[in-house]
């Protein structure tokens, strides 16, 4: 079946350091790849997407390439801020699935000064 | 304008009691999805609704659940003789549907029930 795996934290990072977490998924065709975030003590957001191989989602200097090769998303920015602390999650909608999305395990970041 | 809201923010209830869970979508939103967040499983998807229909309801973890909606807005997610194991966040979403518009998932802020 259809599954997201990401890497596990929690991840501490210092500020304006830069921010890997890695997201692979296993899925039948082509799913759409999203990475959503949960700040604390607030609702899930999206942050990017990406809906086909080699398309690069960004936001808020984020940036994640969906690799079709790789089966990967991984989610990069260069720089990351203390307001950046949080929780992402990867997640993949299937192909026909009408947007029911699937998540992986999420990972906490948190960014010291 | 207004997001997805859900009612109640938070719930205490007793094993064995029923519970009634509520969304509202954005206005216009004609799909509408419910997940579960618990921290064992994760974020679990649940049931989605196109309309009044819910087209896929393979993620209902048993038939103690079940949810309805109506108007093609507000959505009910009813659970029947609760369990510990039901504690968790409930996440309701919804999204414009159709064509591709059901991408863009807006997310309420999660009803906490807790069953002791």
């Known amino acids: 079946g259809n599954s997201v795996t990401q890497m596990e934290g929690p991840v501490t990072l210092s500020e304006e350091a830069f921010l890997t977490i890695n997201c692979t998924y296993t899925a039948t065709g082509y799913p759409s790849l999203f990475w959503y975030v949960q700040y604390p003590g607030e609702g899930l957001q999206l942050l990017l997407k990406a809906t086909k191989a080699d398309d690069k989602g960004s936001n808020k200097g984020f940036e994640a390439t969906y690799r079709k090769e790789t089966t990967s998303f991984h989610l990069e920015k260069g720089s990351v801020q203390v307001s950046d602390s949080a929780v992402y999650f990867c997640a993949l909608s299937a192909l026909g699935s009408q947007g029911n999305l699937i998540f992986g395990k999420g990972t906490k970041l948190s960014v010291k000064p | 304008g207004a997001g997805v809201s859900q009612s109640p923010s938070n719930k205490v209830t007793e094993k064995g009691k029923d519970v009634e869970l509520r969304c509202d979508p954005i206005s216009g939103h004609t799909a509408l999805y419910w997940y579960r967040q618990s921290l064992g499983q994760g974020l679990e998807f649940l049931i989605y609704?196109?309309?009044?229909?819910?087209?896929?309801k393979s993620g209902l973890p048993s038939d103690r659940f079940s949810a309805e909606r109506t108007g093609g807005s507000v959505s009910t997610l009813t659970i029947q003789r609760t369990q510990q194991e039901d504690s968790a966040v409930y996440l309701c979403?919804?999204?414009?549907?159709?064509?591709?518009?059901?991408?863009?998932?807006?997310f309420g802020p999660g009803t906490r029930l807790t069953v002791l």
């Open positions: 979403a919804s999204s414009l549907g159709g064509g591709g518009g059901w991408e863009m998932q807006y």
């Open positions: 609704f196109q309309g009044n229909s819910a087209p896929d």
